[in-house]
């Protein structure tokens, strides 16, 4: 059987086309998406432990900022909830400055909670957010809790 010349030639780019084709296509899926490379920007912030003290309630937390700049000051008023799902005390809490990408540990000795009456905190309000646009902390904010009373923001 005999292959005239443009047909070899076509036959040859088509097999050279698939298999850059297939090439791309590998790299292609090999290459993670932008939103799965890089994390969400946030503020995350958990509630670590809770540990009775003299005055109260010894309160630890972490916090990581992953949001685009460091926060000079940011505070957050935090509500205490008791077993009858009632606030029992809102209070701000200064978390001083958080440095963007480092994790830092926050603690509070709270006067007059006891750490078994609470129930869950909530975060209500960032009162104080240095550094950033209005309303990038509170947007930001991610809760945890390793304890096990609920932590949310």
Not at 7 to 22: D, E, I, M, Y
Not at 23 to 33: F, H, I, S, W
Not at 137 to 153: D, N, W
């Amino acid at each position: 059987m005999m292959v005239t010349r443009p047909v070899r030639r076509f036959a040859t780019l088509l097999a050279a086309g698939s298999l850059v084709l297939t090439g791309a296509m590998q790299a292609y899926a090999q290459e993670p998406t932008a939103a799965a490379a890089a994390p969400k920007a946030a503020l995350d912030v958990e509630l670590n432990g809770l540990a009775p003290s003299q005055k109260g309630c010894m309160m630890t937390f972490v916090a990581l900022n992953t949001l685009p700049e460091d926060i000079a000051k940011v505070s957050f008023e935090l509500a205490f909830f008791n077993d009858k799902n009632a606030v029992d005390k809102i209070t701000v809490l200064d978390f001083r400055n958080l440095p963007q990408g480092k994790k830092r540990v926050r603690q509070f000795d709270m006067p007059n909670v006891k750490c078994e009456a609470v129930t869950r905190v909530l975060i209500n309000d960032t009162p104080v957010c240095d550094g950033l646009e209005k309303g990038a902390c509170m947007k930001g904010l991610v809760t945890r809790s390793q304890v096990s009373i609920p932590f949310e923001g």
